[in-house]
T-cell receptor, first 114, second 113 residues
Framework: DAGVTQTPRHEVAEKGQTIILKCEPV?????LFWYRQTKIQGLELLSY????????DGGAFKDRFKAEMLNSSFSTLKIQPTEPKDSAVYLC????????????FGPGTRLTVL | GDSVTQTEGLVTLTEGLPVMLNCTYQ??????LFWYVQHLNEAPKLLLK?????KRTEHQGFHATLHKSSSSFHLQKSSAQLSDSALYYC????????????FGAGTQLIVIP
């Protein structure tokens, strides 16, 4: 079975650019998450979707970060405009809706903003 | 609000010694606790999970027991291996259908020969 897929794996952007990261969750999973991972802050939640509806977004990320779930098998994270402090690994994860459900993570996109 | 505390940011151990990574949590709701492990350049993966008070759960040589009286879910292993070197996250989920995971800050475990 295919796991969570993320593209691209690496992205380099100039300050001020718009970048779009992509995620395909595990087929049949209802919940999808976007996280930012840094050494200092660890895992920070950016967005949480259930059945394509936005359930929660990380308050601190609202202004320049926008996640969308266009259909049940595809999600995007747009960062506009990018800033050097956005350099991090962006992880997508999915799970079924059960309380005890395992969350499956994708390999991540490493973003570098110059 | 819900929160998870991992007190050690970095733990360095000699191979063969026991491992104990601390995890405590705060929530006013029924809970599910998880440990995720992330090896270098890989995605985080589930290691252990529990929702039953005082029951030991084990996987891949690691074990943890959820103690609701002390709000703890410490991760242990009797003998560290070099391959255990990784980043470990403790996470909490409320016992509701809409609960999302609340992650601790993570503990980097380095096992040396």
């Amino acid at each position: 079975d295919a796991g969570v897929t993320q593209t691209p794996r690496h992205e380099v952007a100039e300050k001020g650019q718009t970048i779009i990261l992509k995620c395909e969750p595990v087929s049949g999973h209802n919940d999808l998450f976007w996280y930012r991972q840094t050494k200092i802050q660890g895992l920070e939640l950016l967005s949480y979707f259930r059945s394509k509806s936005l359930m929660e977004d990380g308050g601190a990320f609202k202004d320049r970060f926008k996640a969308e779930m266009l259909n049940s098998s595809f999600s995007t994270l747009k960062i506009q405009p990018t800033e050097p402090k956005d350099s991090a690994v962006y992880l997508c994860a999915s799970r079924t809706g059960g309380n005890y459900a395992e969350q499956f993570f994708g390999p991540g996109t490493r973003l570098t903003v110059l | 609000g819900d929160s998870v505390t991992q007190t050690e940011g970095l733990v360095t151990l000699t191979e063969g010694l026991p491992v104990m990574l601390n995890c405590t949590y705060q929530t006013a709701y029924s809970t599910f606790l998880f440990w995720y492990v992330q090896h270098l350049n890989e995605a985080p993966k589930l290691l252990l999970k529990s929702s039953t008070d005082n029951k030991r759960t084990e996987h891949q040589g690691f074990h943890a027991t959820l103690h609701k009286s002390s709000s703890s879910f410490h991760l242990q292993k009797s003998s560290a291996q070099l391959s255990d070197s990784a980043l470990y996250y403790c996470a909490l989920r409320r016992g509701s259908a809409l609960g999302r995971l609340h992650f601790g800050a993570g503990t980097q475990l380095i096992v040396i020969p």
